[in-house]
């Protein structure tokens, strides 16, 4: 399998509504697609970077400057799905434009040999169940009837978007309101600090799954010596962005149960690295969501098909956040996703509607290595 060339492509999918999180919100997904054409298949990849550096470092512009300057040219023509991180590992950080390039180079040798991406990853089941993230609003009742639509369409489990000042009174209210089988979860994208961990604790009379992400993400340490003051189990995510991550995070205490997302980790081959040393030591992993257009959300349930993947996932229906998606709609039932079957990740774009959402796009050729003759 030879690669013949690289385009990158940056789409505008539309959301439903707003998105608000601790770390900002928006009512465009912005997303950047990398299509791998070689000499037997073509193979896609999303990234996840959000417009702005606020989740992580990274984002959207500086994900295409990256890949066309260091990643793409330092890429072989020949290059396997296995050789691909390798071949970038010289360049610091920069996950989620890492695990979009090999995520379409994996793909394309999927697609090649006719192989499916969960087969390939070792997935044990058919479908994922999901959850439903929802995002900061502007009231309570606004929230619950929000929970109330999403219940309705047979989401798992709910999850809310937390912040000083809109944390402990929405949590009541929604299990106040839905009752102590609802399984309820929430999200802080890091906005506290190790000074709130009294407030926090107030979150432990509600039963949640857990708590994710509570402090800022450098913060193991604080996690470590949070975890001993909360009954509520902390959930890492943007704290691990490697194996390597987790296994500090599992052996300092710091977390009892991790969100993967491949973007974020390096790609789904570090994600899977992810699942197996959580699975060795008995720490469940679930399937974090990024807003991914319907690409980055079918090869997630690949992954999120895997056997230590015990909790709901993020991975909800595209129609939640977008009126319009790039792939066919899919198959979903009562709160679960159909994990594809199909060769590689088991979708392509609509052509049509990704090139009317398409913002920009470049060809970029393979293996070159222009930035390493770049003078200085
Ligand atoms: C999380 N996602 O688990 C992320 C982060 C995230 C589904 O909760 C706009 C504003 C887009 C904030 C995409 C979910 C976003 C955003 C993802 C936050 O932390
Ligand atoms: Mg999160």
């Not at 994900?63 to 050789?83: C, E, K, S, T």
């Not at 994922?128 to 609003?137: F, H, K």
């Not at 639509?149 to 978007?161: S, V």
């Not at 792939?327 to 060769?343: F, K, M, N, Y």
């Amino acid at each position: 399998m030879t690669i013949e060339g690289i385009e990158i492509r940056k789409v505008a999918l539309p959301l439903k509504e707003p998105f608000r999180a601790s770390v900002g919100v928006f009512s465009v997904r912005d997303v950047l697609l990398v299509r791998v054409v070689t000499s037997d298949a073509e193979g896609w990849g999303e990234c996840v970077a959000l417009p702005e550096p606020r989740y992580s470092a990274e984002y959207v512009d500086g994900a295409a400057d990256v890949l066309r300057r260091f990643l793409v040219p330092a890429l072989p023509r020949n290059v396997d799905a296995h050789g691909v991180a390798p071949a970038l590992a010289s360049f610091r950080g920069h996950p989620m434009a890492k695990a979009a390039l090999e995520t379409a180079v994996l793909d394309a040798r999927l697609r090649a040999s006719g192989d499916s991406l969960g087969r390939y990853l070792g997935a044990v089941r058919e479908r994922v169940a999901c959850g439903v993230s929802i995002g900061i609003m502007g009231s309570v009742r606004e929230l619950l009837d929000a929970v109330a639509g999403y219940l309705a369409e047979g989401y798992a489990r709910i999850k809310l978007k937390i912040e000083p000042g809109w944390d402990v009174e929405p949590v009541r209210a929604v299990r106040e309101h839905f009752g102590d089988d609802l399984m309820l979860q929430v999200d802080a994208n890091g906005a506290y600090t190790p000074a709130d961990a009294r407030h926090l604790a107030g979150l432990d009379a509600f039963g949640l799954v857990l708590i994710e992400q509570p402090l800022a993400p450098g913060d193991l340490l604080g996690h470590a010596r949070l975890a001993r003051r909360l009954a509520t189990p902390i959930c890492l995510d943007e704290s691990v962005e490697s194996a390597a991550d987790a296994a500090a995070a599992l052996s300092l205490g710091a977390a009892a149960i991790i969100n993967v997302k491949p973007g974020r980790v390096g790609g789904y081959l570090e994600a899977r690295r992810v699942h197996d040393l959580c699975q060795a030591h008995g720490v469940p992993v679930w399937c974090g969501d990024m807003l991914e257009s319907g690409i980055g959300r079918a090869a997630n349930l690949s992954l999120g098909a895997l056997p230590g993947f015990t909790l709901p996932a993020d991975t909800c229906a595209a129609e939640r956040y977008f009126a319009t998606d790039v792939i066919e709609p899919l198959d979903h039932a009562d709160g679960h996703l159909t994990v594809p079957t199909g060769p590689g990740i088991g979708v392509v774009p609509i052509k049509e509607i990704l090139d009317e959402l398409t913002l920009s796009s470049e060809w970029l050729g393979v293996g070159d290595r222009k930035a390493d003759r770049r003078e200085l």
